[in-house]
């Protein structure tokens, strides 16, 4: 531009909805379920230690320690139905394909 004037920036938008039509917070609640048989799966088939199990939840989804017990804490009615349905690692990878369940 002349005159030494600079150019405006364009104002960057988010958007609340995803690709693929979800909105943040279904995304959030898919992501979270997710979670939760990632902590059955660590924790009941694994027999990993709580503190053990929430550090590589933490690595597996790029998310901090207090946002894993948040989504374990909400997701406690889907974890209980995996406890009773005693569900296994097959179980799980028919439901979650995208993830190692071995």
Request: a positive charge; charged letters at 35%; aromatic letters at 12%.
């Amino acid at each position: 531009m002349e005159n030494g004037q600079k150019k405006p920036y364009r104002k960057r938008t988010r958007s609340a909805v995803g690709a693929d039509g979800t909105s943040r917070t279904e995304r959030i609640a898919q992501r979270n379920r997710v979670l939760v048989a990632r902590w059955y799966y660590w924790t009941e088939c694994r027999r990993l230690r709580s503190d053990d199990a929430i550090k590589r939840l933490c690595d597996e989804f790029f998310v901090e320690s207090r946002t894993v017990t948040g989504a374990i804490l909400d997701g406690d009615e889907y974890f209980r139905e995996l406890l009773d349905n005693k569900a296994s690692n097959k179980d799980l990878s028919k439901e979650y394909n995208s993830f190692n369940w071995s």
